[in-house]
């Protein structure tokens, strides 16, 4: 049986702490995922960190 090397972490907005995406992570990663994408609640390309 094969394991399961993804895990899914959900991208916050900095500005207005909405949780926005969710995004496939290897396990084997350690570091925090840091992205700009866009936020529909602020409307803009803000940077969103990944939250558990």
Known sequence: MAKNT???VSLECTECKSRNYVVKKSKG??????L???CPKCKKHT???EVK
Not at 29 to 34: A, D, G, R, T
């Open 6 to 8: 993804k895990n899914f």
């Open 29 to 34: 990663q350690k570091e925090k995922l840091e």
């Open 36 to 38: 700009k994408k866009y």
């Open 47 to 49: 940077v969103h960190k």
